[in-house]
């Protein structure tokens, strides 16, 4: 038993459940209190259901490793290649969700046409590869070189896909945050930009390329958990900002990360105060409002 790859194994098993437990504790909480549309639900859904699948497969790896190889009881080859395959099929499935909510924000931030289909096309091509790969190893039952082919020109398409997009999506983000202006404490903000953006994933992804491309064991272990991050990017990025005064009133903008604080004043004065809010918009209540108006004429 090579205990340098198994271990490496075990380790990404380990943090593939770590990050499963977060993904199931904020999903459960994205669907009780979510207004999102029942397509957005869908996509979270889904990936939830990719995710889950590939930690069942992960398990089963797991058990035949440390517990069938000690016993001297060998697997049957079909039980190891069916592991593999539906790690595959359900890390790029979740994968390509995950880019797809990515894109459509891109284009609702954007209007972009050119370049989201640009990106949808990528999707589309790193899924064939990536699935092409997997359907090759289920078929022969064994890492075929066509499959190893395949397999390789998927992740590195997939990583190229994500590091496109995640530098999309940053460089508007920061755009329309240099334009509107923001009060959050500068670190926090970058943490946010960063995760919702999807460089977090990117750089999972790169580096998983990196180790693979090398032909390091450690490729597991960032491999495992590359369906639970492209999932977190998603889910998580619902609770990245604060929950806004009692004061306010807020309206959900799914599309949009970027809005502001409005009231009722002349152009320049204090009564403006812009700043950003993660996918929210912070109207002063209407009571509030007429109380302004009262107190001050000009209004």
């Known amino acids: 038993m090579n205990i340098t790859a198994n271990g490496y194994v075990l380790a990404g098993s380990w943090f593939n459940c770590m990050l499963y437990a ?10 009780h209190r979510s207004s999102r ?21 992960i398990s089963v790896r797991v058990y035949n490793v440390f517990l069938l190889f000690p016993l001297n009881v060998q697997p049957h080859n ?15 499935g979740t994968a390509s969700l995950q880019q797809l909510f990515l894109c459509c924000l891109y284009f609702n931030l954007t209007k ?12 589309v091509v790193h899924l064939g590869f990536s699935y092409a790969s997997a359907i090759l190893v289920l078929h022969f039952r064994t890492s075929t070189a066509s499959a190893t082919t395949a397999s390789n020109v998927g992740a590195i398409t997939s990583s190229a896909t994500d590091i496109m997009i995640a ?6 983000f920061v755009r329309i945050e240099a334009e509107v202006g923001s ?20 750089s999972v992804t790169l580096f998983t390329v990196i180790l693979m491309l090398k032909q390091n064991r450690a490729y597991t272990v960032f491999f495992f958990i590359r369906g639970r991050i492209s999932a977190l990017t998603i889910v998580g990025s619902s609770y990245a900002v604060r929950n806004p005064p009692e004061s306010t009133t ?23 105060s812009p700043q950003v809010r993660s996918g929210k918009i912070k109207i002063k209540d209407p009571n509030e409002l007429q109380d302004d108006v009262q107190a001050d004429p000009s209004l």
């Open 250 to 272: 807020s309206v959900s903008l799914p599309t949009t990360i970027v809005s502001g604080n409005f009231r009722v004043g002349r152009e320049g004065d204090s009564h403006t």
């Open 37 to 57: 549309s029942l397509l957005h639900k869908i996509g979270v859904g889904g990936m939830f259901a990719f995710d889950t699948i590939c930690t069942a497969a």
């Open 78 to 92: 079909s039980s190891i290649t069916n592991t593999i395959g539906v790690i595959l099929l359900s890390t790029y």
């Open 167 to 172: 530098t999309a999506l940053l460089s508007t």
């Open 183 to 202: 009060e959050r404490n500068i670190i926090r903000r970058l943490m946010v930009l960063i995760f919702t953006s999807g460089v977090a994933v990117a």
């Open 112 to 123: 972009r046409r050119v370049i989201t289909a640009f990106l949808l096309l990528n999707i």
């Open 22 to 31: 977060i993904e199931l504790f904020l999903t459960i909480r994205y669907f």
